[in-house]
C-alpha cells in the first residue's frame, strides 16, 4: 500500500506540496531517486530496477505525477504493462493539463493493471482513474489538500481519515512540509481497518515502506525542492537531492513493456 498527499493552490509561494511514501515487496530491486529522462524537460523519480517503472516523478517545470495501486491478488495480469509506465509519461510534459490530455487519448486503461493517479503542477491537480473500470477519467481537484491510498479517491477509507486527522490544518509551506511528514512516519493502523499493510509507514516481515519523498514546487519558475529518504522515514534521513536538476544523467532507458509496480 502507498500513500500520497498533496497540497494544492494552498500556499501561495509554493502552490504545489507533495508527500509520498512507497511500500513494496522488501526484496524488488528498486533505486529511490535518479534521473529517469535527462530532457527536456529533465524528470526525477525512483525507479523500479524491476520493470523500470516508476511510482512518482517529478520535472524541472513543476510537474509532479505519483500513482497508487489497485489492489488486485491473484487477478493482476503479469503479462500486461508496466504500470509505473505512466508517471514518467505524465512527467514529460510542460503542464499537467496537456499531460493529462496525453494520457487519455494516447494510453489505454486496458494494457495496464489497474491504479490511480495524482498529477499536478504551479496552477491545478488532477485525479486519474486508470482501472478500466469506467473508461479512464480525470477530473480537476480543488485547491486544498488531497489524500490518495490504494483506492479512488473520494472513497471511504478509514486511513485517509486517520491522515487527514493527523494532517491538521497547515497554511505555510513548512507547516505543509512539517505535517506531511509526520503522517509519513505514522505506524498507526486505522481503527477499524483489518488490512496489516494500512498504516502510513508500513514495517511488515517482507513487505513496508522502501522510500519516501517530499517535493515543494515554488511559484514562479524556479525548479522544485525534493527530498528523498532511501528507506523507511521513520528511521531514514530525508536528504534533499537538487544537485541532479544539473548533474549529467543517462539516457532514457528503454521502458518494459510487461506488468510492475
Not at 526484496?27 to 530496477?49: F, K, M, Q
Not at 509551506?173 to 509519513?184: M, P
Request: include cysteine; charged fraction near 20%; aromatic fraction near 4%.
Amino acid at each position: 500500500m502507498c500513500l500520497l498527499v498533496v497540497a494544492t493552490q494552498l500556499v501561495p509561494d509554493e502552490p504545489l506540496i507533495v508527500g509520498a511514501n512507497r511500500d513494496e515487496v522488501l526484496e524488488r530491486p528498486a533505486t529511490p531517486i535518479t534521473v529517469l529522462d535527462p530532457g527536456p524537460p529533465r524528470v526525477l523519480g525512483g525507479r523500479d530496477e524491476l520493470s523500470g517503472g516508476t511510482w512518482l516523478a517529478v520535472n524541472e517545470r513543476g510537474v509532479c505525477a505519483g500513482l497508487t495501486n489497485q489492489p488486485l491478488g491473484d487477478a493482476k495480469d503479469p503479462f500486461k504493462r508496466s504500470r509505473g509506465e505512466l508517471p514518467l509519461a505524465l512527467a514529460r510534459h510542460g503542464t499537467a493539463a496537456a499531460a493529462v490530455d496525453d494520457l487519455l487519448e494516447a494510453y489505454r486503461p486496458e494494457d495496464y493493471n489497474g491504479s490511480w493517479l495524482l498529477v499536478g503542477d504551479r496552477s491545478s491537480l488532477f485525479f486519474v482513474d486508470f482501472t478500466g473500470l469506467t473508461g479512464p477519467a480525470a477530473v480537476a481537484l480543488a485547491p486544498g489538500i488531497h489524500v490518495l491510498e490504494n483506492q479512488a479517491l473520494g472513497e471511504p477509507s478509514r486511513k485517509v481519515d486517520l491522515v487527514r486527522a493527523a494532517l491538521g490544518n497547515p497554511t505555510d509551506g513548512d507547516g505543509v512540509d512539517a505535517a506531511f511528514r509526520r503522517v509519513l512516519v505514522d505506524h498507526r493502523l486505522p481503527e477499524g481497518d483489518d488490512r496489516p499493510n494500512a498504516a502510513s509507514c508500513v514495517h511488515l516481515e517482507s513487505f513496508g515502506t522502501r522510500s519516501s519523498c517530499i517535493v515543494r514546487v515554488p511559484a514562479g519558475d524556479g525548479a522544485p525542492r525534493v527530498w528523498v529518504a532511501d528507506g523507511p522515514p521513520c528511521s531514514t534521513p530525508y536528504e534533499e537531492v537538487g544537485a541532479l536538476w544539473s548533474r549529467p544523467g543517462p539516457a532514457p532507458a528503454n521502458q518494459s513493456r510487461t506488468s510492475g509496480l
